[in-house]
């Protein structure tokens, strides 16, 4: 059967989401949860009076988007699998708690978490100066962002204010990278430069099919997502990254008392090596921390 040209297109276009298989078998053997003993110093931390939403139970929000290795659903469609569901597991674990996924929205957290309907997010969030008026930190990782563009791209580096002139960039709203992003942009028309154009996605399958397709110059995002795409796939490379090494940290509610037993949860499990085995298995080596600290130096713009 010959194909049209607009099937053929339609083809192209689709063949980057056609390597979710092939993806999906590489996770397959990190289906089997990690787990980690409860640890009774970080359970001591738990405030008195500290009520948790359901009890007995760590609600957690993470991320319903296909995000690898970060978050993704394993091979019965249902379960949530990546590196934040595997560290929200060893965190109730080690508090002697429950573990409720609850898969949300990047817009969502921080009024979930405020409105109480989660005890903690973790969507990769970075720890920022702005953020830390409004919830509490205890870090797991230390992320960067990077850029990404297509495999066969003449761009070859974007590590500065210049090299994002003119170009149009895929970044997520309400992100680190959209206020970097946007601040390069500032700095370059002060200058004459030509001025970026920000292409606002947050589902991964769209920014990559643009990407892909030549609808856009570059991907800004998180560095982990950005390395684990271009090793499962070949289809996108890493040409370089922002200007800022972030915490990447589990939130919760200002003032709750938490974070203390959640850094000492997440100690436990360093000294236990459970936290590396879940980095080594979501390929994030390079992102681990010796310790947890809580409310560390944010981001400042």
Request: charged share 20%.
């Amino acid at each position: 059967m010959k194909l049209s040209p607009l099937s053929l297109l339609l083809l192209s276009l689709l063949s980057p989401l056609a390597t979710s298989a092939a993806e999906q078998r590489d996770t397959r053997q990190n289906e089997t949860p990690i787990h980690a003993p409860a640890n009774p110093a970080a359970i001591a931390k738990i405030p008195a009076n500290f009520t948790f939403i359901e009890p007995g139970t760590l609600t957690v929000a993470t991320s319903a988007t296909n995000s690898p290795p970060l978050s993704l659903l394993a091979s019965d469609n249902v379960s949530r699998i990546g590196s934040d569901p595997d560290i929200a597991r060893l965190l109730a674990d080690s508090l002697g708690l429950k573990l409720k996924l609850v898969p949300a929205s990047w817009e969502d957290w921080p009024l979930g978490i405020t409105a109480g309907r989660y005890d903690v997010a973790m969507f990769n969030i970075a720890v920022t100066e702005e953020r830390k008026k409004k919830f509490d930190f205890a870090t797991y990782r230390a992320d960067n962002h990077a850029f990404s563009v297509k495999s066969d791209s003449k761009i070859s580096a974007i590590n500065a204010p210049a090299d994002i002139a003119g170009k149009r960039i895929i970044v997520a709203s309400g992100t680190n990278q959209e206020r970097i992003l946007l601040s390069w942009d500032r700095q370059n028309q002060a200058k004459g430069l030509p001025a970026v154009t920000p292409i606002y996605l947050t589902d991964d399958a769209s920014a990559t099919l643009s990407l892909l397709s030549g609808r856009a110059d570059a991907m800004f995002g998180p560095h982990s997502m950005a390395a684990w795409k271009a090793a499962s796939r070949g289809q996108t490379k890493l040409v370089g990254s922002g200007p800022f090494r972030a915490w990447v940290a589990v939130t919760t509610k200002k003032g709750n008392g938490l974070a203390p037993a959640l850094q000492a949860a997440m100690d436990g499990t360093i000294s236990g090596g459970q936290y590396q085995q879940v980095l080594t298995r979501w390929g994030e080596q390079d992102e681990a921390i010796a310790h947890s600290t809580v409310n560390p130096p944010g981001i400042q713009y």
